[in-house]
């Protein structure tokens, strides 16, 4: 048999096989219920709160229109340039309650690519003041690992309290109404009371997050992109004596 009658063959078995549609709603709910979200580590006397995870991620390569090629930039070389040892910060909110200034900080450490680099950084991490109980037992658990943590600063303190932190390969994704948050009392390391203090996460899309008082009285909160990590952060406080109750992203 000549190339010519193969090709003639083939093209025959061709015209013969009928192309359906691609289940891609079916493919989407899968991954709707497949979406786990992550655990934030939390500091003590704090609650956390995990809601509306409604997002799902779809592969798109071999679909009509997608590129078949991935072209990955190479990122920064240096440990600096990579903030592996002086994070990212944004300033999440601030105030001053019963005459006592507070402030929230977000910082974002960049990931270490060797022991050498992540010892550097766990000491580095030191420097800043987070208790121990917040750090990882050794550096080789930051190799590779993205780091975060969101901090209270009261009044003249040095040293910050850690309200929620979290080490990991990659940021989860949120979208659309997602929302993850942490509540704490508004005070210094071991505190009691009503949690009056909200801090949390939403999409890049969100543009207003309703606190709601277990009272029934609530606040909004227009939520802020942060360096170095991906979608936004709110921050709500409740009066003196209240409690949070709920957080959502109303818009």
Not at 35 to 58: C, D, E, F, I, M
Not at 158 to 173: A, S
Request: charged share 20%; net charge positive.
């Amino acid at each position: 048999m000549t190339q010519t009658d193969i090709a003639l063959l083939l093209a025959d078995a061709a015209d013969e096989v009928e192309i359906g549609i691609a289940p891609v709603q079916a493919v989407i709910r899968a991954g709707r219920r497949r979406r786990t979200a992550r655990r934030w580590a939390v500091a003590a006397a704090t609650t956390l709160v995990l809601a509306g995870s409604t997002g799902a991620t779809l592969a798109l390569t071999g679909l009509p229109g997608a590129d078949r090629q991935t072209h990955v930039a190479a990122g920064p070389s240096t440990p600096e340039a990579r903030h592996v040892y002086r994070p990212q910060r944004t300033s999440l909110g601030s105030g001053t309650d019963q005459g006592r200034d507070w402030r929230v900080e977000l910082t974002v450490w960049g990931a270490p690519r060797d022991r050498a680099e992540a010892a550097g950084q766990l000491e580095a991490m030191r420097g800043f003041g987070f208790a121990q109980t917040v750090l990882p037992p050794g550096a080789a658990g930051l190799v590779n690992r993205t780091s975060y943590y969101t901090s209270l600063y009261l009044g003249g303190d040095r040293h910050p309290r850690v309200l929620v932190f979290d080490t990991f390969e990659e940021w989860d994704r949120v979208s659309g109404r997602d929302v993850s948050f942490g509540v704490v009392p508004l005070g210094k390391e071991g505190a009691t009371g009503p949690g009056r203090l909200v801090v949390g996460r939403v999409a890049a899309t969100a543009q207003q997050v309703k606190c709601t008082w277990k009272e029934g009285g609530s606040t909004v909160d227009l939520p802020v992109r942060a360096a170095g990590a991906p979608g936004k952060w709110f921050l709500c406080l409740a009066p003196e004596g209240e409690g949070v109750k709920t957080a959502e992203v109303i818009q």
